[in-house]
Protein backbone atom coordinates (compact mmCIF):
# COMPACT_ATOMS: atom_id res chain seq x y z
CA UNK A 1 0.00 0.00 0.00
CA UNK A 2 1.31 3.28 -1.12
CA UNK A 3 1.57 5.87 2.14
CA UNK A 4 -0.14 8.94 2.14
CA UNK A 5 1.85 11.94 2.11
CA UNK A 6 1.93 14.13 5.63
CA UNK A 7 2.76 17.80 6.08
CA UNK A 8 2.82 19.91 9.04
CA UNK A 9 0.21 22.63 8.84
CA UNK A 10 0.71 24.47 11.79
CA UNK A 11 3.15 24.71 14.87
CA UNK A 12 2.93 26.19 18.08
CA UNK A 13 5.79 27.36 20.51
CA UNK A 14 5.86 29.62 23.29
CA UNK A 15 8.68 31.02 24.90
CA UNK A 16 11.38 29.52 26.73
CA UNK A 17 12.71 30.37 30.35
CA UNK A 18 13.79 28.88 33.61
CA UNK A 19 10.50 28.88 34.94
CA UNK A 20 7.02 29.14 34.42
CA UNK A 21 5.28 30.19 37.77
CA UNK A 22 2.18 31.36 36.37
CA UNK A 23 1.58 28.08 34.63
CA UNK A 24 1.14 24.37 35.54
CA UNK A 25 2.77 21.97 33.93
CA UNK A 26 -0.81 20.88 32.04
CA UNK A 27 -1.46 24.39 31.51
CA UNK A 28 1.95 24.93 30.36
CA UNK A 29 1.40 22.22 27.71
CA UNK A 30 -1.93 23.85 26.87
CA UNK A 31 0.06 27.25 25.76
CA UNK A 32 1.20 25.53 22.91
CA UNK A 33 -1.63 23.61 21.57
CA UNK A 34 -3.78 26.52 21.55
CA UNK A 35 -0.77 28.51 19.33
CA UNK A 36 -0.42 25.61 17.17
CA UNK A 37 -3.99 25.19 16.37
CA UNK A 38 -4.84 29.03 16.01
CA UNK A 39 -1.43 28.59 13.13
CA UNK A 40 -3.16 25.77 11.55
CA UNK A 41 -6.59 27.01 11.67
CA UNK A 42 -8.20 24.16 13.06
CA UNK A 43 -10.48 23.50 16.33
CA UNK A 44 -9.76 20.96 18.76
CA UNK A 45 -12.56 18.87 17.25
CA UNK A 46 -10.56 18.73 13.96
CA UNK A 47 -7.77 16.74 15.53
CA UNK A 48 -8.35 12.79 15.28
CA UNK A 49 -5.28 11.76 17.50
CA UNK A 50 -2.41 12.81 20.05
CA UNK A 51 0.54 12.39 20.27
CA UNK A 52 2.66 13.83 23.37
CA UNK A 53 5.95 14.00 23.77
CA UNK A 54 7.41 13.58 27.27
CA UNK A 55 11.16 12.99 28.60
CA UNK A 56 11.66 11.66 32.24
CA UNK A 57 9.21 12.87 34.40
CA UNK A 58 10.99 13.47 36.85
CA UNK A 59 12.45 17.14 36.43
CA UNK A 60 8.87 18.51 37.21
CA UNK A 61 8.33 15.86 39.67
CA UNK A 62 5.29 14.29 38.65
CA UNK A 63 5.56 10.92 37.50
CA UNK A 64 4.01 10.16 33.96
CA UNK A 65 2.42 13.42 33.62
CA UNK A 66 1.66 13.00 30.38
CA UNK A 67 -1.93 11.21 32.12
CA UNK A 68 -2.41 14.72 33.55
CA UNK A 69 -2.35 16.84 30.00
CA UNK A 70 -5.17 14.77 28.81
CA UNK A 71 -7.64 17.18 29.18
CA UNK A 72 -5.93 19.96 28.41
CA UNK A 73 -4.77 18.96 25.19
CA UNK A 74 -7.92 18.36 24.06
CA UNK A 75 -7.44 13.97 23.85
CA UNK A 76 -10.53 13.35 25.97
CA UNK A 77 -12.42 10.50 23.19
CA UNK A 78 -9.43 10.14 21.27
CA UNK A 79 -6.47 7.87 21.25
CA UNK A 80 -3.67 9.03 23.09
CA UNK A 81 0.03 8.03 23.23
CA UNK A 82 3.39 9.27 24.86
CA UNK A 83 6.37 8.75 23.63
CA UNK A 84 9.62 8.36 24.78
CA UNK A 85 12.80 8.21 23.84
CA UNK A 86 15.11 10.41 25.95
CA UNK A 87 16.58 14.16 24.30
CA UNK A 88 15.53 12.04 20.92
CA UNK A 89 11.74 12.45 22.63
CA UNK A 90 10.39 15.22 20.46
CA UNK A 91 11.68 13.54 16.63
CA UNK A 92 10.28 9.87 17.74
CA UNK A 93 7.17 11.71 18.82
CA UNK A 94 7.07 13.04 15.39
CA UNK A 95 7.73 9.94 13.73
CA UNK A 96 5.14 8.07 15.20
CA UNK A 97 2.59 10.72 14.43
CA UNK A 98 3.53 10.90 10.81
CA UNK A 99 2.99 6.68 10.97
CA UNK A 100 -0.28 7.61 11.56
CA UNK A 101 -1.13 9.49 9.16
CA UNK A 102 1.28 8.07 6.38
CA UNK A 103 -0.80 4.94 7.34
CA UNK A 104 -4.18 6.18 6.50
CA UNK A 105 -5.52 5.40 9.74
CA UNK A 106 -5.71 9.38 10.78
CA UNK A 107 -6.20 12.59 8.55
CA UNK A 108 -4.59 15.48 11.28
CA UNK A 109 -2.71 14.55 14.69
CA UNK A 110 -1.49 16.84 16.94
CA UNK A 111 1.92 16.42 18.53
CA UNK A 112 2.40 18.10 21.79
CA UNK A 113 4.37 18.44 25.02
CA UNK A 114 6.11 20.26 27.75
CA UNK A 115 9.01 20.33 29.94
CA UNK A 116 9.88 21.79 33.00
CA UNK A 117 13.70 21.43 34.12
CA UNK A 118 14.14 23.64 36.83
CA UNK A 119 11.51 22.35 39.31
CA UNK A 120 14.13 20.39 40.69
CA UNK A 121 17.75 22.19 41.89
CA UNK A 122 20.06 19.83 39.83
CA UNK A 123 18.82 18.02 36.68
CA UNK A 124 22.27 16.22 36.12
CA UNK A 125 21.56 14.03 39.58
CA UNK A 126 18.15 12.95 37.85
CA UNK A 127 20.43 12.64 34.60
CA UNK A 128 23.01 9.99 36.78
CA UNK A 129 19.55 7.92 37.27
CA UNK A 130 19.10 6.39 33.89
CA UNK A 131 21.99 4.78 34.58
CA UNK A 132 21.86 0.90 35.39
CA UNK A 133 22.68 0.55 39.07
CA UNK A 134 25.12 -2.26 38.59
CA UNK A 135 27.74 -1.29 36.85
CA UNK A 136 27.68 2.78 35.53
CA UNK A 137 25.41 4.60 37.54
CA UNK A 138 28.32 4.92 40.27
CA UNK A 139 30.83 6.52 37.94
CA UNK A 140 28.46 10.18 37.97
CA UNK A 141 27.81 9.15 34.53
CA UNK A 142 25.17 11.93 33.28
CA UNK A 143 24.46 14.13 30.12
CA UNK A 144 27.28 16.18 30.85
CA UNK A 145 30.00 13.86 31.62
CA UNK A 146 28.98 11.42 29.10
CA UNK A 147 29.06 13.94 26.36
CA UNK A 148 32.31 15.45 27.73
CA UNK A 149 34.02 11.87 26.97
CA UNK A 150 32.94 11.53 23.51
CA UNK A 151 33.83 15.08 22.72
CA UNK A 152 37.11 14.36 24.57
CA UNK A 153 37.92 11.32 21.90
CA UNK A 154 36.39 13.46 19.08
CA UNK A 155 39.12 16.00 19.79
CA UNK A 156 41.95 13.41 20.45
CA UNK A 157 40.47 12.19 16.87
CA UNK A 158 40.14 15.33 14.87
CA UNK A 159 42.92 18.30 16.82
CA UNK A 160 39.42 20.11 17.15
CA UNK A 161 40.54 22.95 19.77
CA UNK A 162 38.68 24.10 22.43
CA UNK A 163 38.22 27.51 20.61
CA UNK A 164 36.32 25.81 17.64
CA UNK A 165 33.72 25.00 19.85
CA UNK A 166 33.55 28.48 21.75
CA UNK A 167 32.76 29.81 18.06
CA UNK A 168 29.90 27.26 17.73
CA UNK A 169 28.22 28.97 21.29
CA UNK A 170 29.17 32.48 19.86
CA UNK A 171 27.20 31.67 16.57
CA UNK A 172 24.29 29.98 18.43
CA UNK A 173 23.62 32.70 20.50
CA UNK A 174 24.00 35.99 18.00
CA UNK A 175 21.53 33.36 15.41
CA UNK A 176 19.29 33.17 18.75
CA UNK A 177 19.26 37.30 19.06
CA UNK A 178 16.11 36.77 16.18
CA UNK A 179 14.28 33.91 17.95
CA UNK A 180 11.55 35.26 20.07
CA UNK A 181 10.73 32.02 22.30
CA UNK A 182 14.76 31.59 22.95
CA UNK A 183 16.26 31.36 25.99
CA UNK A 184 19.41 32.05 26.23
CA UNK A 185 20.69 34.45 23.47
CA UNK A 186 23.16 37.81 22.51
CA UNK A 187 26.66 38.78 21.35
CA UNK A 188 29.44 37.01 23.33
CA UNK A 189 32.77 36.67 22.15
CA UNK A 190 35.10 33.62 22.52
CA UNK A 191 36.84 34.80 25.48
CA UNK A 192 33.44 35.08 26.89
CA UNK A 193 33.10 31.18 26.26
CA UNK A 194 36.59 30.79 27.07
CA UNK A 195 36.11 32.47 30.30
CA UNK A 196 33.43 30.67 32.03
CA UNK A 197 33.36 28.09 34.85
CA UNK A 198 35.15 25.06 33.68
CA UNK A 199 32.01 21.94 34.14
CA UNK A 200 33.95 18.82 32.78
CA UNK A 201 36.54 19.06 30.51
CA UNK A 202 36.33 20.51 27.69
CA UNK A 203 33.27 22.08 28.69
CA UNK A 204 32.91 25.51 30.24
CA UNK A 205 29.73 26.84 31.30
CA UNK A 206 28.89 28.49 27.92
CA UNK A 207 29.50 25.22 26.19
CA UNK A 208 26.38 23.39 27.45
CA UNK A 209 22.56 24.74 26.86
CA UNK A 210 20.56 25.86 29.57
CA UNK A 211 17.98 23.95 31.92
CA UNK A 212 14.29 25.71 29.79
CA UNK A 213 10.51 25.47 30.70
CA UNK A 214 8.30 25.85 27.97
CA UNK A 215 5.92 23.44 25.34
CA UNK A 216 5.84 22.87 21.45
CA UNK A 217 3.36 21.76 19.27
CA UNK A 218 2.87 20.44 15.75
CA UNK A 219 -0.39 20.15 13.62
CA UNK A 220 0.14 17.28 10.78
CA UNK A 221 -2.71 16.55 8.17
CA UNK A 222 -2.41 14.39 4.99
CA UNK A 223 -1.81 15.80 1.66
CA UNK A 224 -5.59 16.51 0.76
CA UNK A 225 -6.30 18.43 3.93
CA UNK A 226 -2.84 19.84 3.93
CA UNK A 227 -3.62 21.21 0.74
CA UNK A 228 -7.26 22.74 2.14
CA UNK A 229 -5.97 23.96 4.61
CA UNK A 230 -2.51 25.61 3.96
CA UNK A 231 -1.29 27.58 1.57
CA UNK A 232 2.30 26.63 1.52
CA UNK A 233 2.75 22.91 4.16
CA UNK A 234 6.00 21.46 5.05
CA UNK A 235 5.80 18.01 4.12
CA UNK A 236 7.34 15.36 5.55
CA UNK A 237 9.26 13.78 3.10
CA UNK A 238 12.17 11.67 5.55
CA UNK A 239 11.22 10.23 8.71
CA UNK A 240 14.09 7.68 10.17
CA UNK A 241 15.36 6.74 13.33
CA UNK A 242 18.15 4.41 14.26
CA UNK A 243 19.06 2.84 18.08
CA UNK A 244 21.91 1.83 19.70
CA UNK A 245 23.30 -0.14 22.73
CA UNK A 246 22.95 1.90 25.98
CA UNK A 247 27.00 1.05 26.50
CA UNK A 248 28.53 3.64 25.59
CA UNK A 249 32.07 1.69 26.10
CA UNK A 250 30.90 -0.66 23.01
CA UNK A 251 31.23 1.83 20.63
CA UNK A 252 34.85 2.66 21.39
CA UNK A 253 37.91 1.20 20.22
CA UNK A 254 38.93 -1.57 17.61
CA UNK A 255 35.85 -3.66 17.73
CA UNK A 256 33.31 -1.11 17.80
CA UNK A 257 31.19 -0.94 14.21
CA UNK A 258 30.09 2.27 15.22
CA UNK A 259 31.99 5.29 17.07
CA UNK A 260 31.13 7.00 19.93
CA UNK A 261 32.91 10.25 19.14
CA UNK A 262 31.18 10.65 15.43
CA UNK A 263 27.52 9.77 16.42
CA UNK A 264 27.52 7.29 13.42
CA UNK A 265 24.28 5.94 13.95
CA UNK A 266 23.70 9.38 12.41
CA UNK A 267 24.80 8.08 8.79
CA UNK A 268 22.72 5.12 8.94
CA UNK A 269 19.38 7.15 9.47
CA UNK A 270 20.58 10.13 7.30
CA UNK A 271 20.88 7.11 4.69
CA UNK A 272 17.04 6.13 5.26
CA UNK A 273 16.27 9.71 5.29
CA UNK A 274 17.23 10.89 2.49
CA UNK A 275 16.49 7.55 0.13
CA UNK A 276 12.81 8.37 0.86
CA UNK A 277 13.21 11.96 0.12
CA UNK A 278 15.20 11.73 -2.76
CA UNK A 279 17.64 13.71 -1.55
CA UNK A 280 21.59 12.80 -3.10
CA UNK A 281 23.28 15.53 -2.37
CA UNK A 282 22.71 17.07 1.12
CA UNK A 283 25.01 20.03 0.96
CA UNK A 284 23.28 21.23 -2.46
CA UNK A 285 19.68 20.07 -1.68
CA UNK A 286 19.46 21.56 1.94
CA UNK A 287 19.38 24.93 2.60
CA UNK A 288 18.98 24.77 6.74
CA UNK A 289 19.50 22.50 9.40
CA UNK A 290 17.89 22.28 12.88
CA UNK A 291 20.17 19.85 14.46
CA UNK A 292 20.10 18.88 18.15
CA UNK A 293 23.30 20.59 19.79
CA UNK A 294 22.94 21.07 23.97
CA UNK A 295 26.65 21.28 23.55
CA UNK A 296 28.50 23.12 21.59
CA UNK A 297 31.09 19.40 20.75
CA UNK A 298 27.31 18.12 18.56
CA UNK A 299 27.22 20.05 15.90
CA UNK A 300 30.56 18.81 14.26
CA UNK A 301 30.20 15.35 14.21
CA UNK A 302 26.17 15.58 13.44
CA UNK A 303 27.59 17.98 10.28
CA UNK A 304 29.65 15.02 9.13
CA UNK A 305 27.65 12.03 9.86
CA UNK A 306 24.51 13.61 7.79
CA UNK A 307 26.78 14.28 4.94
CA UNK A 308 27.67 17.89 4.89
CA UNK A 309 30.92 17.93 5.13
CA UNK A 310 33.52 15.41 5.12
CA UNK A 311 34.91 13.58 8.30
CA UNK A 312 36.95 16.20 10.02
CA UNK A 313 36.32 19.40 8.70
CA UNK A 314 32.99 20.76 10.08
CA UNK A 315 35.30 22.68 12.58
CA UNK A 316 37.27 24.53 9.84
CA UNK A 317 34.23 24.98 7.94
CA UNK A 318 32.86 26.24 11.15
CA UNK A 319 35.54 28.85 11.43
CA UNK A 320 35.82 30.02 8.08
CA UNK A 321 31.70 30.87 8.42
CA UNK A 322 30.24 27.91 6.17
CA UNK A 323 27.68 27.25 9.03
CA UNK A 324 26.59 31.04 9.18
CA UNK A 325 23.25 32.69 8.30
CA UNK A 326 24.45 33.25 4.81
CA UNK A 327 27.06 31.11 4.98
CA UNK A 328 26.72 27.36 2.27
CA UNK A 329 24.21 25.93 5.00
CA UNK A 330 22.53 27.72 7.86
CA UNK A 331 22.98 25.60 10.98
CA UNK A 332 20.40 26.59 13.93
CA UNK A 333 19.23 29.77 12.63
CA UNK A 334 17.08 29.68 16.14
CA UNK A 335 20.27 29.35 17.96
CA UNK A 336 18.92 25.52 18.32
CA UNK A 337 19.34 23.26 21.47
CA UNK A 338 22.53 25.50 23.62
CA UNK A 339 19.83 28.66 23.78
CA UNK A 340 17.39 26.23 24.49
CA UNK A 341 16.50 22.67 25.58
CA UNK A 342 13.23 21.64 27.10
CA UNK A 343 14.30 18.16 26.91
CA UNK A 344 11.26 16.77 26.37
CA UNK A 345 9.86 19.09 23.15
CA UNK A 346 13.77 19.92 21.84
CA UNK A 347 13.31 17.24 19.31
CA UNK A 348 10.15 18.61 18.50
CA UNK A 349 10.83 22.66 18.33
CA UNK A 350 14.16 21.37 15.57
CA UNK A 351 11.30 19.92 13.55
CA UNK A 352 8.84 22.86 13.89
CA UNK A 353 11.60 25.52 13.41
CA UNK A 354 12.59 23.48 10.15
CA UNK A 355 9.31 23.43 9.18
CA UNK A 356 8.53 27.10 9.57
CA UNK A 357 11.55 27.60 7.66
CA UNK A 358 9.53 25.82 4.66
CA UNK A 359 6.73 27.65 5.13
CA UNK A 360 7.88 30.87 4.94
CA UNK A 361 7.09 31.37 8.57
CA UNK A 362 10.74 31.63 10.66
CA UNK A 363 10.70 35.35 10.84
CA UNK A 364 13.41 37.06 11.10
CA UNK A 365 14.81 33.62 11.43
CA UNK A 366 13.79 33.23 7.96
CA UNK A 367 16.68 31.52 5.48
CA UNK A 368 15.98 32.12 2.14
CA UNK A 369 14.57 30.14 -0.83
CA UNK A 370 14.16 26.88 1.64
CA UNK A 371 13.03 23.93 -0.28
CA UNK A 372 14.20 21.32 1.89
CA UNK A 373 15.26 21.69 5.71
CA UNK A 374 16.74 19.00 8.06
CA UNK A 375 15.91 18.55 12.07
CA UNK A 376 17.74 15.71 14.21
CA UNK A 377 16.88 14.80 17.45
CA UNK A 378 19.69 12.75 19.91
CA UNK A 379 18.88 10.87 23.28
CA UNK A 380 19.62 8.39 25.99
CA UNK A 381 23.11 7.48 26.67
CA UNK A 382 23.63 9.34 22.86
CA UNK A 383 21.72 6.28 21.63
CA UNK A 384 18.50 7.11 20.17
CA UNK A 385 19.00 8.91 17.34
CA UNK A 386 16.42 10.81 14.49
CA UNK A 387 16.17 12.51 11.31
CA UNK A 388 13.60 14.56 9.98
CA UNK A 389 13.27 15.83 6.39
CA UNK A 390 10.65 19.00 5.72
CA UNK A 391 10.32 20.06 2.31
CA UNK A 392 8.09 22.37 0.12
CA UNK A 393 7.18 19.67 -1.94
CA UNK A 394 5.77 15.97 -1.66
CA UNK A 395 7.86 12.75 -2.22
CA UNK A 396 8.87 12.49 -5.67
CA UNK A 397 8.56 8.70 -5.45
CA UNK A 398 6.37 6.24 -3.54
CA UNK A 399 8.99 4.92 -0.30
CA UNK B 1 22.11 36.90 29.12
CA UNK B 2 18.39 36.03 28.98
CA UNK B 3 15.80 38.59 27.99
CA UNK B 4 13.26 36.67 30.55
CA UNK B 5 13.18 37.80 33.92
CA UNK B 6 10.00 36.35 36.14
CA UNK B 7 8.18 37.93 38.66
CA UNK B 8 9.45 36.56 41.83
CA UNK B 9 6.67 33.90 43.35
CA UNK B 10 5.70 34.18 47.02
CA UNK B 11 6.95 31.46 48.76
CA UNK B 12 3.08 30.39 49.96
CA UNK B 13 2.25 29.96 45.85
CA UNK B 14 5.31 27.26 45.81
CA UNK B 15 4.38 23.51 47.19
CA UNK B 16 7.23 21.58 47.98
CA UNK B 17 8.19 18.02 47.38
CA UNK B 18 10.92 15.36 47.94
CA UNK B 19 10.91 11.79 46.55
CA UNK B 20 11.75 9.01 48.77
CA UNK B 21 11.78 5.56 47.28
CA UNK B 22 13.51 2.10 47.94
CA UNK B 23 15.01 -0.20 45.67
CA UNK B 24 16.14 -3.70 46.17
CA UNK B 25 17.87 -4.51 42.54
CA UNK B 26 18.08 -8.10 41.80
CA UNK B 27 21.81 -8.33 39.67
CA UNK B 28 20.91 -11.48 37.60
CA UNK B 29 23.31 -14.66 37.00
CA UNK B 30 25.49 -13.30 34.59
CA UNK B 31 26.19 -10.16 37.04
CA UNK B 32 26.55 -12.73 40.34
CA UNK B 33 29.60 -14.42 38.21
CA UNK B 34 30.93 -10.69 37.84
CA UNK B 35 29.80 -9.34 41.68
CA UNK B 36 31.60 -12.65 43.05
CA UNK B 37 34.70 -12.57 40.95
CA UNK B 38 35.66 -8.80 42.34
CA UNK B 39 35.89 -10.30 45.71
CA UNK B 40 38.57 -12.75 44.50
CA UNK B 41 39.94 -9.30 43.14
CA UNK B 42 39.45 -10.90 39.26
CA UNK B 43 36.84 -8.88 36.75
CA UNK B 44 35.37 -11.67 34.82
CA UNK B 45 33.85 -10.61 31.41
CA UNK B 46 31.59 -12.66 28.89
CA UNK B 47 32.72 -14.20 25.72
CA UNK B 48 30.69 -14.82 22.36
CA UNK B 49 32.43 -17.74 20.24
CA UNK B 50 29.92 -17.16 17.90
CA UNK B 51 31.26 -13.30 17.42
CA UNK B 52 34.67 -13.58 18.64
CA UNK B 53 33.48 -10.67 21.04
CA UNK B 54 34.12 -10.38 25.08
CA UNK B 55 31.98 -7.94 26.85
CA UNK B 56 32.53 -5.59 29.84
CA UNK B 57 30.05 -5.10 31.40
CA UNK B 58 29.29 -8.65 31.01
CA UNK B 59 26.01 -9.40 28.86
CA UNK B 60 23.87 -12.42 29.09
CA UNK B 61 23.57 -12.29 24.87
CA UNK B 62 26.21 -10.79 22.19
CA UNK B 63 24.55 -7.45 20.89
CA UNK B 64 26.31 -8.31 17.76
CA UNK B 65 25.51 -12.17 16.63
CA UNK B 66 22.12 -12.42 19.10
CA UNK B 67 24.07 -15.50 20.28
CA UNK B 68 23.92 -16.60 24.09
CA UNK B 69 27.34 -15.51 25.91
CA UNK B 70 28.72 -18.97 26.22
CA UNK B 71 31.86 -18.45 28.33
CA UNK B 72 33.63 -16.50 30.86
CA UNK B 73 37.23 -14.98 30.71
CA UNK B 74 39.17 -13.11 33.28
CA UNK B 75 39.91 -9.68 31.88
CA UNK B 76 43.66 -8.04 32.47
CA UNK B 77 44.48 -6.01 34.84
CA UNK B 78 45.85 -3.16 32.64
CA UNK B 79 44.10 -1.48 29.78
CA UNK B 80 43.77 1.21 27.35
CA UNK B 81 41.64 4.84 27.45
CA UNK B 82 39.64 5.07 24.64
CA UNK B 83 37.66 8.47 26.31
CA UNK B 84 37.80 10.66 29.37
CA UNK B 85 36.74 13.61 30.98
CA UNK B 86 37.66 15.56 34.22
CA UNK B 87 34.75 16.86 36.17
CA UNK B 88 35.37 20.85 37.97
CA UNK B 89 31.94 21.56 38.84
CA UNK B 90 29.82 20.01 41.72
CA UNK B 91 26.72 18.06 41.03
CA UNK B 92 23.99 17.20 43.74
CA UNK B 93 24.66 13.39 45.09
CA UNK B 94 27.78 12.65 43.02
CA UNK B 95 30.96 13.08 44.37
CA UNK B 96 32.50 15.99 45.47
CA UNK B 97 34.97 17.55 42.70
CA UNK B 98 37.45 17.27 41.11
CA UNK B 99 37.59 14.01 39.65
CA UNK B 100 38.80 11.64 36.43
CA UNK B 101 36.31 9.44 34.38
CA UNK B 102 37.42 7.16 32.20
CA UNK B 103 36.26 4.46 29.71
CA UNK B 104 38.90 1.67 29.71
CA UNK B 105 39.37 -1.54 27.41
CA UNK B 106 40.99 -3.89 29.51
CA UNK B 107 43.39 -6.35 27.87
CA UNK B 108 41.90 -9.37 26.77
CA UNK B 109 38.41 -7.32 26.48
CA UNK B 110 36.39 -6.07 23.40
CA UNK B 111 34.36 -3.05 25.05
CA UNK B 112 35.51 -0.38 27.73
CA UNK B 113 34.33 -0.25 30.97
CA UNK B 114 33.75 3.36 32.83
CA UNK B 115 35.05 3.92 36.28
CA UNK B 116 37.09 6.48 37.69
CA UNK B 117 40.79 7.18 37.30
CA UNK B 118 42.46 8.03 40.98
CA UNK B 119 45.71 8.96 42.37
CA UNK B 120 46.30 11.87 39.50
CA UNK B 121 47.07 16.44 40.39
CA UNK B 122 43.81 17.45 38.58
CA UNK B 123 44.56 21.21 39.52
CA UNK B 124 45.62 22.11 36.05
CA UNK B 125 42.57 20.40 34.20
CA UNK B 126 44.00 20.77 30.23
CA UNK B 127 47.12 19.44 31.44
CA UNK B 128 45.62 16.51 33.66
CA UNK B 129 43.59 16.31 30.21
CA UNK B 130 46.35 15.84 28.30
CA UNK B 131 47.47 13.08 30.32
CA UNK B 132 44.16 10.58 30.11
CA UNK B 133 43.85 11.07 26.30
CA UNK B 134 42.74 7.73 23.78
CA UNK B 135 45.76 5.38 24.07
CA UNK B 136 47.07 5.90 27.58
CA UNK B 137 47.45 3.12 29.37
CA UNK B 138 46.08 2.85 33.24
CA UNK B 139 46.26 -0.17 34.94
CA UNK B 140 43.40 -2.04 38.04
CA UNK B 141 43.62 -0.90 41.44
CA UNK B 142 40.92 -2.97 44.21
CA UNK B 143 40.37 -1.59 47.25
CA UNK B 144 41.76 -3.05 50.44
CA UNK B 145 38.46 -5.31 50.92
CA UNK B 146 36.28 -5.51 48.34
CA UNK B 147 32.61 -5.98 48.85
CA UNK B 148 31.41 -7.51 45.43
CA UNK B 149 30.56 -3.94 43.72
CA UNK B 150 31.62 -2.36 40.99
CA UNK B 151 33.07 0.13 43.21
CA UNK B 152 35.62 -2.41 44.67
CA UNK B 153 38.13 -1.11 41.99
CA UNK B 154 38.99 1.93 39.76
CA UNK B 155 41.78 3.18 37.15
CA UNK B 156 45.17 4.27 38.07
CA UNK B 157 47.91 5.32 34.80
CA UNK B 158 50.32 2.85 34.49
Known amino acids: MKPHNVAVIGVGQTAFRSRYDGLTYPELAQEAVMLALADAKLEPGQIDAVVFSMAPTTFMGVADADKWAVDYTWARGKPFMRVHTGGATGGSALQAAHAHVASGQYGTVLVVGADRITETPDAQFVLNLIWDPFYEQDFALNTVTMTAVATQRYMHLHGTTEEQYANVVVRARRNALKNPSAHLKGAIDVAAVMNSPRISWPYKLFDICPRSAGAAAVVISNETLARERCTRPAFITGTSGVSNTVFMGDRMGPFADTDFADFAELKQAARECYRQAGITRPIREVQTVEIYDPFSSFQFPQLESLGFCESGTAQRLSDEGAFDMDGELAVNPSGGTLCTNPIGVTGLVRAAEAARQVMGRAGDMQVPNVHNALATAIGGSTQFFTVTMLSDEPRRAAA | ?158
Open chain 2, 1 to 158: MSTKTATPTPPHHVVDGEWHVRYNYPVGEVGAKFFDALKERRIVATRCSASGLTYLPPRAYCERSFERCDGYVDAGMEGTIEAATIVSAAFDNLPKPPYAIAFVRLDGVSTAMANFVRGMDLDDVPAAAARLKPGTRVRVEFIAEPQGKVTDFHYVLA
